[in-house]
């Protein structure tokens, strides 16, 4: 069974960057990668997806413009690169491996989760 661990979380101002990592044990190259969030109080919400070849990229609106995702299948890790920075963004974000290779938004899509880093943006 394959393992997650992200990190890159932490404290920072509103409009800093930040790059979340996702480490996996197990061979992701052939699946779709993908982060969500969940805020204090909320549900867990999508947040970015790849494909397994990252031709194909989703985002959720709220985060379109600001976020970008990518993987390195070569190191068995993906990226969050977080910029523009807003306080709504403060959540702890979890990385999730995909069950299909095709990138997907549904978190029913996606069998492997990390334990999550959290992320805190102050205003």
């Known amino acids: 069974q394959a393992q997650l661990v992200e990190s890159g979380g932490g404290l920072v101002q509103a409009g800093d960057s930040l790059r979340l990592s996702c480490a996996a044990s197990?061979?992701?190259?052939?699946?779709?990668m993908g982060w969500f969030r969940q805020a204090p109080g909320k549900e867990r919400e999508f947040v970015a997806a790849?494909?397994?070849?990252?031709?194909?990229?989703y985002y959720a609106d709220s985060v379109k413009g600001r976020f970008t995702i990518s993987r390195d299948n070569a190191k068995n890790t993906l990226y969050l690169q977080m910029s523009a920075l807003k306080p709504e963004d403060t959540a702890v974000y979890y990385c999730?491996?995909?069950?299909?290779?095709?990138?997907?938004?549904?978190?029913?899509?996606?069998?492997?989760w990390g334990i999550g880093t959290l992320v805190t943006v102050s205003s």
């Open positions: 999730a491996q995909g069950r299909w290779a095709l990138a997907s938004m549904n978190a029913t899509e996606f069998v492997h």
């Open positions: 197990g061979d992701m190259k052939m699946y779709s």
């Open positions: 790849v494909s397994w070849s990252a031709v194909t990229t």
